[in-house]
């Protein structure tokens, strides 16, 4: 059985009081810790994907503050804390201040994202 924690994550990725993400595939599976300390529209970022919405399946569960996700068809859920979801392909979503997630997404499927997701933020940054 593979197991691992937030502090024991290989992967950081960080912007300076705004993201703090650890991650580590496990068995095909991403898991990331995830926290966000201001509101992010993630919209942009997905850019150049199909429906220009992320093509991931993601399943979490939101420790503390709120997740919106926003889908293609118009529609929109809020993920609030103590609450577990499974958010299919189709979507784009705004994290809200003070927030903090767990999630598992497909490892294969979450690398092609992040692909297009780290260059629109190369591009916005710049």
């Given at each position: 059985?593979?197991?691992?924690?937030?502090?024991?994550?290989?992967?950081?990725?960080?912007?300076?009081?705004?993201?703090?993400?650890?991650?580590?595939?496990?068995?095909?599976?991403?898991v990331?810790?995830?926290?966000y300390?201001?509101?992010?529209?993630?919209?942009p970022?997905?850019?150049?994907?199909?429906?220009?919405?992320?093509q991931?399946?993601?399943?979490?569960?939101?420790i503390?503050?709120?997740?919106?996700?926003?889908?293609?068809?118009?529609?929109?859920?809020?993920?609030?804390?103590?609450?577990?979801?499974?958010?299919p392909?189709?979507?784009?979503?705004?994290?809200?201040?003070?927030?903090?997630?767990?999630?598992?997404?497909?490892?294969?499927?979450?690398?092609?994202?992040?692909?297009?997701?780290?260059?629109?933020?190369?591009?916005?940054?710049?």
């Amino acid at each position: 059985m593979a197991h691992i924690s937030r502090d024991a994550a290989s992967q950081v990725e960080a912007i300076e009081g705004e993201f703090d993400g650890r991650y580590e595939t496990l068995h095909g599976t991403t898991v990331g810790f995830e926290t966000y300390h201001t509101e992010s529209d993630m919209t942009p970022l997905f850019a150049g994907l199909p429906d220009d919405a992320c093509q991931c399946v993601h399943q979490g569960y939101v420790i503390r503050g709120r997740v919106t996700f926003r889908y293609t068809d118009g529609s929109e859920e809020a993920i609030t804390a103590g609450q577990a979801y499974v958010i299919p392909p189709g979507h784009t979503l705004v994290i809200h201040p003070d927030t903090e997630v767990v999630e598992f997404s497909p490892a294969e499927d979450l690398a092609q994202t992040m692909e297009v997701v780290l260059g629109n933020l190369a591009r916005l940054s710049s």
